[in-house]
């Protein structure tokens, strides 16, 4: 069995991988929680905050900046986080728990394709997210639109590549779908600190600062500001942000089971 599928012609997988990218696109838009979470949430908080009016004030702390100005950045990492950590790993372990990637070797559908549908799916959602956070800074509260776009949107590829593969590595760790959930929102907090939801990177203490430079979500927040600033992103926040989407992607195919 495994021969005649290691034997399947190219064309019939590749038509394969697209029949489960459609199949999955259309489970995932029957989600509404998880579209909920990872698309709308991010821009309903940016929202709430913006219609604090001292947020929208300047601030000499920020360099002329208000708090939502600041928040933009904040919320498109936030929808990243919430695709990574808190959307894709029921799925996936459910799959798994389920023995759905299991009987997927007996058939021309390789278990990768469905994982890559899984990656392409949330990543569209971090997208529409952060278009939608954009916008509403943009038209509801003045928040200039990036002024670095290429740079912003290298770091959003970068930030939201991390937080998949991060994802992907919870999946990995998890053999079922409860400690998967566990293990997300173990994770979740601590990223969302780092991201900057509670205190901006930028009202951080140096030193505190300084070390959260060092994780995806605190390097991304700040090659994301910089980007919005109209400057290039700090070639040390990137490569930050790229070696732990490296790192957690290796960690992934390692430590990933189909079954």
């Given at each position: ?75 498109v990492l936030l929808a990243t986080i919430m ?101 997300g929102s173990a994770v ?72």
């Open positions: 069995m495994t021969a005649a599928v290691t034997a399947t012609p190219a064309p019939v997988r590749r038509a394969a991988a697209r029949a489960v990218l459609l199949t999955e696109a259309r489970l995932f838009a029957r989600e509404p929680a998880a579209l909920f979470w990872v698309v709308l949430f991010p821009s309903i908080l940016l929202t709430i905050l913006g219609l604090i009016p001292s947020f929208r004030e300047p601030s000499d702390d920020f360099a002329g900046l208000s708090v939502i100005d600041l928040y933009v950045p904040v919320v695709a990574g950590l808190q959307a894709m790993p029921p799925i996936l372990t459910g799959y798994r728990e389920r023995g759905i990637l299991r009987r997927m070797h007996t058939t021309p559908v390789r278990p990768s394709a469905l994982l890559a549908s899984q990656l392409v799916l949330h990543g569209a959602a971090v997208l529409i997210a952060s278009v939608l956070a954009v916008a509403i800074g943009r038209i509801a509260f003045g928040v200039a639109l990036p002024e670095q776009f290429a740079g912003y949107v290298l770091a959003l590829v970068l930030t939201t590549a991390a937080a998949l593969a991060l994802g992907a590595t919870v999946c990995a760790v998890s053999p079922n779908q409860k400690i998967a959930t566990a293990v979740f907090f601590p990223s969302m600190f780092t991201a900057g939801v509670w205190v901006p990177v930028q009202a951080m203490p140096d030193t505190l600062a300084n070390v959260v430079g060092f994780t995806p979500f605190g390097a991304a927040a700040q090659a994301l500001d910089e980007a919005a600033a109209g400057g290039w992103p700090a070639w040390g926040d990137l490569t930050v942000t790229g070696v732990w989407a490296v790192v957690l992607t290796a960690a992934a195919v390692r430590w990933f089971r189909w079954e």
